[in-house]
């Protein structure tokens, strides 16, 4: 089947502008979660979603980011007067139920590149 | 001092070679262990979860150590497909989130 998909798969910005990246997880999946990865570094969590409700944002850096998932499906994060320190690669995954127990599938992310 | 902690390596072995990766967590609360395997410019995918009794799928071995936070893979008869970042992660109790290491990368040469 489908696995996660995230759009746009490269985006260049300018500094201050402001970006939305795209997530789908797997059908069915009812927890999402987003991880940003610097390069050589791993994954460093950002936020995880229970259906449409954030159940854990302690990972966002600063009030720039934000992210929604209005329908329990596809989220978006959104974030606000880019900084260049913002470029990284942005990582969906998402899992069947709860989070204790099941695995996270990755998406292929979206590489963000600020100017 | 960061919650993983991993070797970067790059650990470059040939073919056949057995190799070992180590990792230590500071959370003594983690509840959940696993390592993933990231290819270049590709997302990170699930190899194995780790057990506190030790556990094995093929080629791969994996052991956790509770009481020193310790967690180690072993990979026997090394592959040139083996060739890739191997990423140590910890789940801290009932949470969603994953704490990754930085990640240790294996080049396998022939």
């Known amino acids: 089947g489908a696995g996660v998909s995230q759009t746009p798969s490269n985006k260049v910005t300018e500094k201050g502008k402001y970006v939305e990246l795209r997530c789908d997880p797997i059908s069915g999946h009812t927890a999402l979660y987003w991880y940003r990865q610097s390069l050589g570094q791993g994954p460093e969590f950002l936020i995880y979603?229970?259906?449409?409700?954030?159940?854990?944002d302690s990972g966002l850096p600063n009030d720039r980011f934000f992210a929604v998932r209005p329908e329990g499906s596809v989220s978006t994060l959104k974030i606000q007067r880019t900084e260049r320190g913002d470029s990284a690669v942005y990582l969906c995954?998402?899992?069947?139920?709860?989070?204790?127990?099941?695995?996270?599938?990755f998406g292929p992310g979206t590489r963000l590149t600020v100017l | 001092r960061k919650e993983v902690e991993q070797d970067p390596g790059p650990f470059n072995v040939p073919e056949g070679a057995t190799v070992a990766f180590n990792c230590t967590y500071s959370?003594?609360?983690?509840?959940?262990f696993f390592w993933y395997r990231q290819d270049c410019r590709k997302e990170p995918k699930l190899l194995m979860s780790v057990y506190s009794s030790g556990n094995e799928d093929g080629r791969f071995t994996a052991q956790l150590n509770r009481a020193s936070q310790y967690i180690s893979l072993l990979i026997r008869d090394s592959k040139l497909s083996d060739s890739a970042t191997y990423l140590c992660v910890v789940r801290a109790g009932n949470t969603g989130k994953l704490i990754f290491g930085q990640g240790t990368t294996l080049q396998v040469k022939p």
């Open positions: 995954a998402s899992s069947l139920t709860g989070p204790s127990t099941d695995t996270q599938y």
């Open positions: 979603f229970q259906g449409t409700g954030a159940a854990d």
């Open positions: 959370n003594s609360a983690s509840q959940s």
